[in-house]
């Protein structure tokens, strides 16, 4: 049978998701618990490979297995065997025509600033921090609202991205602010690699004040990712939700990361 993953997991002191050379990725120790709970060895494909850093509180991934579990210990058995900073939150037999990736119809990640003079403290790895100026969450929304729709991001490609095009779909951005958080949702039908956190660091030089809300149209038209904003942290980066065809029914509650 085919079983779903809903996984939640603070990316801090792991190497990403994606298994590797270094046994320490996020990818890795679910497999590793999987195989001690029905001592099979199994691949699992996931539907967003985060880099390091990142976190996740709504990661979808799925495996096959022909192991004899009943599905309500599965949940049980795996965070008994995980450490403490990867949870699995729901497990669900799902058809064998899903797949975790090629079956996800949109992302949602969360990006979340610090705006404050006083660097935080207890969520330090959780949160980005900016300090330099109170942020004009106004302005950067009437910049962000020119991204939506299909266009070419190559202004916020990573040199390392392997994709074959630069073309993506932004469904959505909403920017938030709760007191001195800033809360950036950005859905789309995929992303580029650090995409995310290359357009945060674009929106933050409109809302700084030190580029103009319509500078975003020129810099798109440009494709040039040296004339774009700086890579912000892994710290502040959470895949939050991925969305599926509703023949799927794959009915996961979001967790959406707060600090206010």
């Known amino acids: 049978m085919r079983i779903l993953l809903s996984i939640e997991y603070d990316g801090k ?10 046994p320490n990725t996020i990818q890795g120790k679910i497999q590793e618990a999987i195989f001690n709970f029905s001592q099979e060895k199994i691949k699992l494909s996931v539907a967003g490979r985060t880099d390091s850093g990142v976190h996740a509180t709504g990661q979808i991934a799925h495996f096959d297995t022909s192991a004899s579990r009943a599905i309500n210990t599965w949940i049980t058995g795996l965070n008994s065997l995980l450490p403490d900073d990867i949870c699995i939150n729901n497990v669900k037999v799902v058809s064998d025509e899903f797949h975790a990736r090629f079956s996800a119809l949109s992302r949602t990640y969360r990006y979340i600033l610090y705006n404050n003079k006083i660097k935080p403290c207890l969520n330090k790895d959780k949160v980005s921090w900016y300090y330099l100026s109170e942020l004009n969450e ?14 070419d991001f190559s202004c916020f490609r990573s040199a390392n991205c392997q994709s074959n095009s630069p073309i993506r779909k932004i469904n959505d951005i909403i920017i938030t602010r709760k007191n001195d958080y800033l809360y950036i949702d950005i859905n789309a039908n995929s992303f580029l690699h650090n995409m995310v ?24 038209a440009s494709k040039g990712r040296i004339r774009a904003g700086k890579k912000f942290p892994a710290s502040g980066l959470y895949l939050i939700n991925v969305e599926y065809n509703p023949k799927f029914n794959i009915d996961i509650k979001i967790n959406y990361p707060k600090y206010h």
Request: glycine residues 10%; charged residues 20%.
């Open 13 to 22: 002191n792991y190497h990403g998701w994606q298994e590797q050379d270094n």
């Open 197 to 220: 956190r290359n357009l945060v660091g674009t929106l933050v030089l409109i809302g700084s004040g030190e580029k103009d809300i319509n500078w975003i149209d020129d810099l798109l």
């Open 138 to 151: 106004v302005n950067m929304q009437h910049s962000a609202n020119k991204l939506i729709g299909t266009k």
